[in-house]
């Protein structure tokens, strides 16, 4: 239940620099940015740890690049879609 607050509480965070990154921020708005995020977080996490075989460990700062890692990438991905669009 924890790592579940975690996750999501690294995803807001996560969501808004993401949109800073990628040049995004302006474009859409704060409660985005957090959706963005969570769910980056969501996708950062599951790549880290099932696909990598990576131990992210319980620092702040190992999560929070993995939730903005994440989000860089569905955001990466809204951006590909939307231009071809």
């Known amino acids: 239940m924890l790592d579940l607050l975690w996750t999501i509480l690294f995803g807001a965070l996560a969501g808004w620099l993401a949109s800073l990154i990628m040049g995004t921020n302006s474009q859409q708005g704060f409660i985005i940015d957090v959706l963005v995020g969570i769910a980056g977080s969501f996708t950062g996490n599951y790549i880290f740890i099932n696909l ?34």
Do not use: E, M, N, P
Request: glycine share 12%; net charge positive.
């Open 52 to 85: 990598l075989h990576f131990s992210l460990g319980g620092d702040f700062i190992t999560r929070l690049i993995t939730a903005v890692a994440g989000a860089c990438i569905l955001l990466g991905l809204y951006k590909l879609i939307t231009r071809r669009s």
